[in-house]
């Protein structure tokens, strides 16, 4: 069915569309990474900004992989974004605890309203 | 490095697929749709390291980030829920929208500058040329070879340390959080 419609044979399509490089997937990880980042700076809400926190993580693991597809080091960025996504879930599980100690003191987690060091 | 279309209808869908609902979760105004949006980015994203041939990733981000840190922070939501009054904040929303788009803009045309002047490695290849002129076939991608093998040796060589501090690292955020999270008996 696709082959009736024969899109391979198309060369009206702009190239930047239909041939994907490595600057594609470093448009996406920076698009993800400035959605994080924003994400972080404007949430009131503590376990926002920790998924503010994840999505820069992934801008970056996905810019590892690019880098090692589209690159001479074999599966190297591949086993960095690795430990990357290990790192983040042990940062995600000691914030966390910390976000639910804070709002057993607290009573609240609103990151601006968060001003003191004890109760 | 030619694509064939498909390979383009899967990168493209992906990536919206990735970065649309991160704009969600920018916009939206609860923690619980936030949520949603940040599986759908995930999942996405374990669909672009398909498409870059790493495999044994694409499933370690599935298990790991969507299976794991995302129900912890389910978890978190849900223990920490407050009901639908909340205190009120120094700037309004508006003042919050806007502070959310400048600093969107400004990262992302930096980095978008840098990204366009620097020559990439395989930068050179991505000349357009159609389809291949004595054949008359479009050009496929070579047969992805599967990288756990490889992902495996190279911990157990090159990563050799990173892995053993890896592994002191996840117990010891296991030990710090069950300790910070303890139930304090005494008054």
Redo the contacts between chains.
Sequence with gaps: MIGFINIEKTTLLPSFLTQIGLQHYLLVSILVFSLGVAVILTRRNAIAVLMGIELVLNAACLNFVAFSHFGKDGAHGQVIALFVIIIAAAEAAVALAIILNVYRVFDLITVDKLDKMRE | ?????Y??IA??CF?AM??IP??L??LSKE?VR??FW?LL??SS?AG??V????D??AV??LT??VG??LI??L???M??K?SKA??Q??FSAES??A???V???V??LG??QM??KTA????E??V?T??DAKSGQ?HYLPKALP?TK??GA??MT??LL?FEI?SV??L???V???Y??RRRDVS
């Design positions: 490095m030619e694509t064939s279309i390979y383009a990168f493209w990536a990735s970065v991160a704009i979760i920018l923690i936030m949520a940040l980015t995930l994203f672009l390291y498409l870059l041939g790493a044994f990733l370690a981000q790991l980030y794991g840190i912890l922070i978890f978190g939501i223990l920490t407050r909340d205190v904040t120094v919050y929208a502070i959310g788009l600093a969107f803009l990262i992302f980095l978008i990204v366009e990439w490695i395989g930068s290849q991505l357009q159609g389809i479009p990288t490889s992902i190279l911990l090159d990563f990173p890896a690292l996840l010891a955020a296991l710090g959080s069950a910070v999270i």
